[in-house]
């Protein structure tokens, strides 16, 4: 169970959550990526052109079965698969959802425990806030990975964020999986290299190999509905995806 | 009273409220820049970098007066000046305000009817979510200004949140200015050329002339606590925002 989370915005959520979503189900993987951003630009950008198809609306206001809400399928994984829940219109609602005690942060982790055994990963795309959707992805994710772009305030919020989880680790009980990964990364710019090094030296072991370079391909391909390895798989954008996807799946899923 | 607002993440909402305000005060204008993101980067942008400095959270939480907590005065402008207030570390709270009917929406407008003629331009950050800060913003704005950077998701979620204000103009029975921007735009890429002929073409007249185009020095400059004009004046940034400080008080507020 995979959040891609980060409460800064623009940090590459999205762009990560569908190539990651997709090169894994490359890899042979049975894969289920979920919209949890009432924007909805998972299932945009994943061929979920319509914006009323109903999604993780119906999921966690109503109750209904994911299963139900599924609507992309890629098949054309080898072993692999890739299903889309989109978020739906009425995803917005959830952030308005009363006081009912502790069960509100607990719809996602409920509504997943029927379906996790028919997939090997589920992948959540989250709103750039600090919300109930963001508290929902936090309590039902094993793993969270957490896009930085390579600027100063991408590494501004990580800091606060990270406070954060520690709160929500310690009242849970129980430690997540945490996976930073440095997007928008220009090899050229002092700033990124300067990032890089800072986040090695606060966040040992949590920063992967892989970054992910600045690539317009990958700001192009959401407006085809596709991942970048159906629109341009040979790309700088495409060989980063791939590695992370695989440096993720071998080494350090918790 | 001008609102630099968008639901999407990291468009360049806070680089373009630090350095509009720094552009206008160096025009000659008395400005006061306002944190409404809880994040609290235009504070730090600007040079207050302590995060238990109270702010805007005092004044929406507690009513208290926007005077006693303004921060960081540049006085250094000719006959303009730079006046901050921060977010401060609360400012999270708003957003959990119970529901007392529309007066919560208010706040921002009330405790600015004070201020209002101690200065020419007021310049609030938004965060990038549809929540209660964000309406207090709309509530209180004359004008928006509105960052789009050149890529296609900013270009979808920016039709859905142009319908939402047609709905709150149409609610409040007034109409607000609208003032596009494209951001981070790259002028040999194709998607940005694309991007503004789509914007030139949906909101006529709402398009500023000048784009501000993406130059490191912007992202650079808030780890001093600096604006651009600050930190490396002789730069893209640093035109970009004098020459749209210079379209916007010329010819286009409400
Ligand atoms: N490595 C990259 N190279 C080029 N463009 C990128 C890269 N990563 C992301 N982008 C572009 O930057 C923009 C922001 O990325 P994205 O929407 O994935 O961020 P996000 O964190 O999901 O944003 P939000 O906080 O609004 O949900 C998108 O238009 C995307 O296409
Ligand atoms: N024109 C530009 N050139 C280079 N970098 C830029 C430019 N505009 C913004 N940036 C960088 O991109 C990142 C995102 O910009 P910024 O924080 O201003 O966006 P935002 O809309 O305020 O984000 P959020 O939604 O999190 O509030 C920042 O690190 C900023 O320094
Ligand atoms: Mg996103
Ligand atoms: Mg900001």
Redesign the pocket.
Known sequence: MIAVIN?????GKTTTAINLAHALALLGQRVLALDLDPQGHLGIGLGVSDKNTPGMDEVLLNGKNIQQLMVVTRNDTGNGQLDVVPAGPDLVNVEHLADGGTQRGMRLKNALQDIAQSYDSVIFDCP?SAGLLGINALFAASDLVIPV?S????LQ?LSSFMTTLQFVEKTCGRSIGKHIVMT?YHQQRRLAREVRESLQQHFPGQLTKTAIRENVALAESPSYGESIFEYQVVSHGADDYRQLATELATERWH
């Open positions: 409460q800064k915005g623009g940090v750039p772009s600027d100063f305030l991408a919020s928008r």
